[in-house]
């Protein structure tokens, strides 16, 4: 709604000087435009969806206070706008009553066109005090001051339905997506087992299914209370709709839907990743029973040495694997689920302690094999120096061979002998190479 520009005059009488025909036809022209102006926007906000809406809406809160007020401004406005009328006819038949105005017609004219000439009956003016102050038997209003007072009551209603009408627009079509989507993630919970008091994601479907109608109901109900205005806009309408528990609920239902989607695959591929538990668990089987027998060879082939306990079969595991078959034998994905994810990290688990004790255990054996391997490296060696038939280095092989290859074997001791051997092996080979005579060292012992 448009506000009548300042009509032309100066100062001088109450109203300024008396206007010439001239002057009161323009001004007659900005009123007739202001008037039909304002007649635009009544219909307009008359029209509007929005407080079409309020009108056959059982409100609540807020919304129902503000629209009762509102109500009353729209009332008043049409009253307003009447009265508005009712004195720019009055001007016009004035007017047109001679084509050429006597000074007497041009003072009336003047005075009805910029002093308080219009009357609103107090019942018409002020139906609450709220809108206009304390109840009155009239008001009177200059034709400028009346369209500022309808310009003021509109804004103040136009605010209102626009931003009813804003949230109602965007919150109660996105709250039925939502619950659309919210119905298709419970079908697939249950195809899965997931169930209310038997799965978390269960519980969380059904707060989030009486989130939403409580959600739906409020917004419906009192639109208001989901409005934001823009901080600093004083333009009708400005802010926009609070959508902060609708997006917490869709966040909510997103993460059900992954965890059911999760539950989905395990249905899918629970087979193969069984067959794969029981390979796992197998071999971890197969590498204890190895290495309780080669800790059996150890202490019967290697004395003075401390083998490591070895731990029996993992049973409990298998255990669980049976729970887990059976569980996927009565469609139990949503228990399925969790419990093949710590299978499986268990599982490798024991395999990889089953591997370390193996390693453990035969440990004093890969020892023995590497000081057998020395000894045959330096024997070789020897060899291809043609001194293989050394007295001392014979007997010093004997000696590590005797201890490396009988039962049992004491570790340490045949650590020494080996290295006696390199030593001795050593101590021949460098004048070897250097090309002096070697030292005859036959009668040491």
Not at 9 to 27: C, I, K, L, N, Y
Not at 296 to 305: C, N, P, R, T, W
Request: charged content about 30%.
């Amino acid at each position: 709604m448009g506000v009548a520009g300042p009509f032309p005059g100066s100062a001088g009488t109450p109203h300024g000087p008396v206007m010439d025909r001239d002057e009161v036809d323009r001004a007659l022209a900005r009123l007739g435009a202001e008037h039909e102006a304002v007649e635009t926007s009544l219909l307009a906000l008359q029209d509007h969806a929005g407080r079409r809406l309020l009108e056959g809406a059982e409100l609540t809160g807020v919304t129902k206070e503000r629209w009762a007020t509102a109500e009353q401004s729209i009332t008043l406005l049409w009253n307003y706008f009447d009265a508005y009328t009712a004195a720019l006819t009055d001007i016009r038949e004035l007017r047109a009553r001679r084509r050429w105005s006597s000074r007497e017609d041009l003072a009336e004219l003047t005075e009805r066109l910029r002093g308080r000439s219009v009357t609103v009956a107090g019942q018409a003016a002020a139906p609450a005090p709220s809108l206009t102050g304390p109840a009155r038997l009239s008001e009177q209003f200059t034709l400028e001051e009346l369209v500022a007072r309808m310009n003021e009551l509109y804004a103040a209603a136009l605010d209102m339905v626009v931003a009813a009408d804003a949230v109602w627009s965007a919150l109660p079509a996105r709250i039925d997506l939502l619950s659309a989507e919210l119905q298709r993630t419970r079908s697939l919970a249950r195809s899965v087992g997931v169930r209310p008091g038997e799965h978390p994601s269960g519980d969380d479907l059904e707060d989030i299914t009486d989130e939403l109608s409580t959600l739906r109901a409020q917004v419906v109900s009192d639109p208001l209370a989901f409005w934001r205005p823009a901080p600093g806009s004083s333009a009708p309408g400005g802010g926009r709709p609070d959508t902060d528990r609708y997006d917490r609920a869709a966040r909510a239902l997103e993460d059900v839907r992954r965890e059911i989607e999760a539950v989905l695959r395990v249905r899918q591929d629970s087979e193969e990743r069984l067959l794969r538990l029981r390979d796992v668990l197998s071999r971890a089987d197969r590498t204890l029973t190895e290495a309780r027998s080669a800790r059996g060879e150890v202490l019967a082939k290697i004395a003075a040495s401390e083998v490591p306990a070895v731990s029996g079969p993992p049973t409990a595991l298998q255990e669980r694997l049976a729970t887990a078959a059976e569980y996927r034998r009565h469609s139990q994905w949503h228990r399925l689920s969790p419990l093949l994810e710590s299978l499986e990290r268990e599982a490798e688990d024991e395999l990889h302690r089953a591997r370390e004790s193996l390693t453990a255990v035969t440990a004093p054996l890969a020892v023995r094999a590497e000081l057998r391997g020395r000894l045959d490296a330096y024997k070789a060696k020897v060899a291809r120096h043609g001194m293989a038939e050394d007295p001392l280095l014979i007997e010093r092989y004997d000696a590590a061979r005797r201890m490396l290859w009988s039962a049992p074997c004491d570790l340490r001791a045949a650590e020494q002998a080996v290295l006696r051997y390199q030593q001795a092996a050593a101590e021949v080979l460098v004048p070897r190479q250097g090309g002096a005579e070697p030292e005859d060292r036959r009668g040491d012992s």
